[in-house]
Each structure stands twice: as structure tokens, then as C-alpha cells.
């Protein structure tokens, strides 16, 4: 069994460093296949992904069998109830307590691979001193390092962030999770060359006091190795920022996307996606077109 989940959670580990509403309908995504292929997640086996799924929905979706009757196709039960199936998954704690040990196992090994280098010269101290003046509260960072693109916080304002990490260098066999911290000693502790920093249009007239208690008491959670938007017991990092926006009386669209069979994810490009964020800074990357991968 634990082979099995780590299979599973092979595909799904990487795609990002979610309480949430249901799913979103189908009509507010773009089809998977309209990812640019170097943004779209792992596509998950679905052999793979049986063993996560079959406890927890196997008893919930089987209402029209009899006792006697055999069981039906389990892959047609997937394809056709795979949201509802994540949805469970988001909702029943017990599997997820279940399910978390070998997350957690398998995502910090994979966060702890070294990764290649591609000679970008990092952000260095002096330009993050250089950049905090033109930051405000609210801004919403994107950073990546060895062409690893992944990672997102929610500027709080006095240079200080909130965010979610998987790992860091003096932390290797287990997870940091929800901390609030100076931009600058992040920067000083885990190397960055790649930024786009964002921001809401008007953001100057909107009230942030929401978000911004909510991502504060979020402080001290687990990072989510699961990847669920459908409750926030524990957040990964673009999860914790996309949540704590929609605290807002007039959140900007950001909207997730379906990976496979309903897991649904929110990663930096569906930030870069939104047509409510225009882009303040950016360091060796270039944010793409806007309203490439979601309908508005």
C-alpha cells in the first residue's frame, strides 16, 4: 500500500511548494490540453491514483448495488465521479490522516532533490532592499530558483511575508509549513533568480485587513502534501495565498484548474493567468499573456 500512494503522489508533488467552495464548473476552465506544456502538471496514472480513492469513495458511490450484485468497473466509477471522489477526499478526515504520512514522506524527498542549475544570477539582498520601497501590502510574490517556478506568498506590508514551505536548507527531514517572516530573511536563507510580483488593480482602495488575518492565523499549519483546495486544515504555499485573497470583499479571479479526473490545484500560473492582477516587478521571467488558460 505505501508503494502504491507514493506512486500516486509521485505525480501530483511538484506542481505547487486549499477553505474553499465546491469544485468549479467546467465552464470557468480552459481544457487541460490548453496549458502551456511546461506549466501543466503531472498527469497521474489512473492505476495510480485507485488505491487513494478506492476506501474513500467505494461505499459513498456504490448506493445502487445490491447486496450480491457484483461491484462496478472502478475506472468507470472514476472517470465519471472522479470530482466527487477529490471532493471526498478534501472532506473525510480520517482518509486524509491516512494518506498524509506517506504525502509527507514523498513530497520532502522530492523537494530535497538537488535541481539543475541554469546559471541565472540569483536576487540578491541589495535588490530586494532595492524592490521592498515599491511594494505594497497586498502584492502577491512569485519565485523560483534552477528553473523551479513554483512558489508563491502574500506580502503583508514593513517587509514581511506569509507563506507556506515544503522544506528548507536546515530543515530536510520534515516540513517548515505556514510562517510569517521578512522577505529579506527568506531571501538570505533559500536562494531565488526568478520573480513576478503581482498585484490587484486598485489595490490602493482595497481593504487587505481581511486577508491578511486570515493568512496570519494560518501561522503554525502544515504545508499540504496532499494538495487540497477543499480545506484549509493545511495549506501549500499558492493555496495559502489564493485562500487568503478570497477573504476579500472583491477577490481578483484566480482560478484553479483540473489536473486529472477533478484534483483540482492552484498554482503561480493561474495567478499569472488573472486579468485582476497587473504585473509591479519581475526578475529573469516573463509573466505570459493573461487569459491563456481560463475563461473570465
Not at 467552495?21 to 491514483?49: C, D, G, I, K, S
Not at 541565472?120 to 524592490?131: F, G, N, Y
Not at 489536473?259 to 509573466?287: C, H, I, Q
Request: proline letters at 9%; one cysteine or more.
Amino acid at each position: 500500500m505505501k508503494k502504491l500512494l507514493a506512486l500516486a503522489l509521485t505525480a501530483l508533488s511538484l506542481t505547487a511548494c486549499s477553505s474553499a467552495p465546491a469544485l468549479l464548473p467546467a465552464a470557468n476552465r480552459m481544457p487541460v490540453n490548453t496549458l502551456r506544456a511546461a506549466a501543466a502538471p503531472p498527469q497521474p496514472n489512473l492505476q495510480e491514483l485507485l488505491p487513494l480513492l478506492r476506501e474513500i469513495f467505494k461505499n459513498e458511490l456504490a448506493d445502487g448495488i445490491q447486496p450480491g450484485q457484483p461491484a462496478p468497473d472502478i475506472n468507470l466509477v472514476l472517470e465519471q465521479k472522479g470530482p466527487m471522489a477529490f471532493k471526498l477526499l478534501g472532506q473525510d478526515a480520517a482518509a486524509r490522516r491516512s494518506l498524509y504520512p506517506y504525502a509527507d514522506q514523498k513530497v520532502i524527498s522530492e523537494f530535497n532533490k538537488p535541481s539543475p542549475s541554469d546559471n541565472v544570477p540569483a536576487v540578491t539582498p541589495q535588490d530586494i532592499q532595492a524592490l521592498l520601497p515599491r511594494l505594497q501590502p497586498g502584492d502577491v510574490i512569485l519565485c523560483g530558483n534552477d528553473k523551479s517556478f513554483v512558489h508563491g506568498a502574500l506580502y503583508l506590508g514593513r517587509g514581511e511575508i506569509v507563506h507556506s514551505l515544503a522544506t528548507q536548507p536546515d530543515m530536510h527531514d520534515r516540513f517548515r509549513g505556514v510562517v510569517k517572516e521578512s522577505l529579506s530573511t527568506y531571501i538570505s536563507r533559500s536562494e531565488r533568480d526568478t520573480f513576478v510580483i503581482l498585484r490587484a488593480k486598485g489595490q490602493s482602495s482595497v481593504n487587505f485587513t481581511p486577508a491578511f488575518n486570515y493568512a496570519v492565523a494560518q501561522v503554525g499549519k502544515q504545508y499540504d502534501s496532499l494538495f487540497l483546495l477543499q480545506n484549509d486544515e493545511r495549506l501549500y504555499c499558492t493555496e495559502l495565498v489564493w485562500s487568503a485573497l478570497r477573504k476579500l470583499a472583491h477577490p481578483p479571479r484566480v482560478l484553479p484548474h483540473a489536473v486529472k479526473y477533478g484534483w483540482e490545484m492552484v498554482t503561480v500560473e493561474d495567478f499569472m493567468d488573472s486579468p485582476d492582477l497587473e504585473t509591479v516587478w519581475t526578475r529573469n521571467y516573463a509573466r505570459p499573456p493573461v487569459g491563456r488558460l481560463h475563461r473570465y
